[in-house]
């Protein structure tokens, strides 16, 4: 029996900033089939969003692909390119509209299929209306993230997004995005989670670039090294999931810029992580940039609904923590 998420009385619903907690899920719902499908065809993970967002639209432009997808321009045209050199997608030229192929329709209803089964798993009991309240609000985030970008960027010194400006309206009955085609995918909760996770890791990357010509990974390091001071080098490891050779590498760069102070402890093989006074000075401007992220993508919600919003986000994640674990 479906039923609407409840947070547990009496407790307070845990504030990881929403690009986290929104990566968290999407990172733990992807399936084996998925990354079969992949390395059966010879697809990346970008190769298959794109042809999901093609079979939702039927035909797409180039400006449609990077509005709804929240995608790096340069990124879609390499994997326009592949797809179509695949026999995948048809594109006669870079003003025509993309559109499948019999082999790329074929293609997209294998994906389709993975995607409609591990939608059903994730949204266990989750009812309807809670679920189109989900899916309408995630639209509502979209946009006000996109403008969130568009003004990071040109902070950064770039050019605008294309339909950056776009601003939805609040129309509490609908239901579905405008324009989709395939009407499989109206109940889906992965696909616009996916797209505003894209602009929000973009903003992100970009203000750490242009506030301490750092990466996002650098940058997510020194978050966590700053919220959890003073930390191990092997907690900071398994915190991130990286290899330890990636966390040394980028250690050793905050460190020769002066953000983060590692010191052997005596005794132990392990090293000890902590902040310098400008490592966490810049901390606090990432934290706060966040903070203001997650009050402006809140702000699209209407009262009372940001609670039932991170209680289905929360249910999203016990289900695809479930279906990791097989």
């Given at each position: 029996m479906s039923r609407e998420p409840e947070l547990s009385a009496g407790k307070a619903p845990e504030r990881t900033p929403f690009g986290r907690?929104?990566?968290?899920?999407?990172?733990?719902?992807?399936?084996?089939?998925?990354?079969?499908?992949?390395?059966e065809l010879d697809l990346a993970n970008l190769d298959r969003r794109l042809l999901s967002l093609i079979g939702r639209r039927g035909k797409v432009t180039f400006t449609q692909i990077a509005r709804l997808s929240g995608i790096q321009r340069a990124q879609i045209s390499r994997s326009l390119a592949h797809l179509t050199a695949k026999g995948l997608v048809h594109r006669p030229d870079v003003r025509s509209k993309a559109e499948f192929t019999e082999k790329g329709r074929a293609v997209y209803e294998e994906i389709l299929a993975v995607a409609i089964a591990r939608n059903v798993e994730v949204c266990g009991g989750l009812d309807a209306p809670t679920r189109d309240f989900f899916i309408r609000a995630t639209r509502f985030m979209i946009?006000?993230?996109?403008?969130?970008?568009?003004?990071?960027?040109q902070l950064s010194g770039g050019t605008q997004e294309p339909g950056a400006e776009r601003k939805a309206e609040r129309r509490p009955n609908e239901r579905n995005e405008p324009g989709i085609a395939d009407a499989r995918v109206h109940v889906m909760v992965l696909p616009p989670l996916t797209t505003l996770a894209s602009y929000l890791n973009r903003t992100a990357t970009l203000l750490a670039k242009r506030v301490g010509a750092i990466s996002s990974f650098e940058a997510d390091m020194?978050?966590?090294?700053?919220?959890?001071?003073?930390?191990?080098?092997?907690?900071?490891?398994?915190?991130?999931?990286?290899?330890?050779?990636?966390?040394?590498?980028?250690?050793?760069?905050?460190?020769?810029?002066?953000?983060?102070?590692?010191?052997?402890?005596?005794?132990?093989?392990?090293?000890?992580?902590?902040?310098?006074?400008?490592?966490?000075?810049?901390?606090?401007?990432?934290?706060?940039?966040?903070?203001?992220?997650d009050a402006r993508l809140l702000g699209v919600l209407e009262p009372g609904e940001e609670a039932r919003y991170r209680a289905v986000l929360t249910l999203l994640m016990e289900n695809a923590r479930a279906m990791a674990r097989g």
């Open positions: 907690l929104i990566n968290s899920l999407l990172a733990t719902a992807q399936m084996s089939s998925a990354r079969q499908i992949d390395a946009d006000e993230a996109a403008a969130m970008l568009d003004a990071e960027i020194l978050v966590l090294i700053g919220k959890n001071e003073p930390m191990t080098q092997l907690s900071l490891t398994r915190t991130t999931g990286a290899s330890k050779s990636q966390i040394v590498r980028a250690l050793t760069r905050i460190e020769s810029i002066g953000l983060v102070n590692r010191t052997k402890v005596s005794g132990r093989r392990d090293i000890l992580l902590d902040l310098s006074a400008e490592g966490r000075g810049l901390w606090r401007l990432l934290t706060t940039a966040e903070a203001d992220r």
